[in-house]
């Protein structure tokens, strides 16, 4: 554990209420005032299905207190979480495993129409917005949070500048990064469930492979050939089958400024540590790594994991559409998506660079399974994934897991 805490600054709410966008919001602002910040999405470090029953939080804290020594090797002075969390025990959870952490939370509310409207506008789950219109009820009736901020009728820049306000993200952190090694967090064994028993290895503790090497499903490729939107279609594919998988987004658990491969792959790593611990049978990754170089120097951190390497395929004109597409705000809602909003000389750009990324992949015979996507359904590439990038999954889902 460090001498000095890191703050933390941890936006709660409920769903559709703008955690994740303020979030991200907060986390700019800093990193463009010079200070450095990370910025963590609680959901993208919890993607582990199916869950044990009551292992949400339990799984969260465990895997930001592996990650945060990686942040702080970074130079990192504060951290920006988006979370949600409905009373005060439940944060105990995280200040039990994140002892070196200053928690400052601030819940986000907004009256029940705008918040319909907010959920309504992220066209996803329509079916959910009366399960988020009770959850905001009943946050307002809770005491968790050390102040309520109320962002109806503000713009996203707007409300991460209120919440920055009284919130000293500076003073309690170090003037220099460790260079020791940081000290494991104790190994947290909760009760067993009637599925299984949860042990949490957290802050660099890997545990050792033992028996047949665990598949781990790479997807590689140019900028929008669908790494994101195609990775998780496969792994919810998988958990539907009743196996226990998990997904990472490389993109998605580091996110720093000027982030490098140190600080994605000691990420990545960490997050395999408690998957596996939790009884993870696959591990599906959406990544930058599009070198097959790049991606076995990721594996070489994975201990038990067998790598197959996906690289999505797709020409210029459908990866135009796919990034004009989502510079207006469609495709995955995922925080700091870099293309959303840029003007069109800007996302012609990008679609140019994405091209000749395909091309150069496409030259190098890069991944160990190519699959092209050109005029194809998600569903249909997710299909011919599962049958030719796991043969295993076949086997195993038909006996019931």
Known sequence: MSDVRLPVLWLSGPSGVGKSSVGWEVFAQLSEAGVTAAFVDADQISLC????????????????AAMVPHFRREGV?????????????????????????????????????????RFLARGWRPDLVADSLAEADALDRSDYAEVCVDTDGLGVPEA??????GWSHGAS????????????????????????????????????AEGAPL???????????????VGYAVFSAIVRSGV????????QISALREAGHRLKAGNLAALWAGYRALGARYLIVSGEADTDDAVRAYAELLPGADVTVCRLHAG?????????????????????????????????????????????????????????????????????????????LASTTASGG
């Open 49 to 64: 299905y199916p869950a044990p029953e009551g292992s949400t939080h339990l799984v969260r804290a465990g895997n930001l």
């Open 77 to 117: 002075r504060c951290l920006v979480l988006a979370g949600f969390v409905d009373d005060r025990e439940e944060v105990r959870t995280y200040e039990r495993l994140l002892p070196d952490a200053a928690f400052t939370l601030r819940r986000l509310r907004v009256g029940r129409a705008e918040l319909e409207g």
């Open 316 to 392: 210029p004109g459908t990866l135009a559409e796919r990034v004009a597409r989502r510079g207006a705000g469609g495709g995955p809602a995922l925080p700091g998506d870099e293309l959303k909003g840029l003007d069109q000389d800007a996302l012609r750009r990008v679609a140019e660079r994405a091209a000749r990324e395909a091309e150069a992949l496409e030259r190098a015979g890069a991944g160990d399974l190519r699959v092209g996507t050109d005029g194809r359904t998600v569903a249909e590439i997710a299909t011919e994934v599962q049958v030719r990038g796991l043969p295993r």
């Open 173 to 208: 952190t170090p003037t220099s990064t460790p260079t020791s090694t940081p000290t494991p967090t104790p190994t947290l064994t909760p009760t067993p469930t009637p599925t299984s028993t949860l042990t949490h290895r957290a802050a660099g503790s890997v545990p050792q």
């Open 160 to 165: 991460a500048r209120l919440i920055r306000e």
């Open 215 to 229: 598949p781990v499903l790479w997807f590689s490729g140019a900028t929008a050939a669908g790494k994101s939107t």
């Open 244 to 251: 226990r998988a998990a997904y990472v987004d490389v993109k």
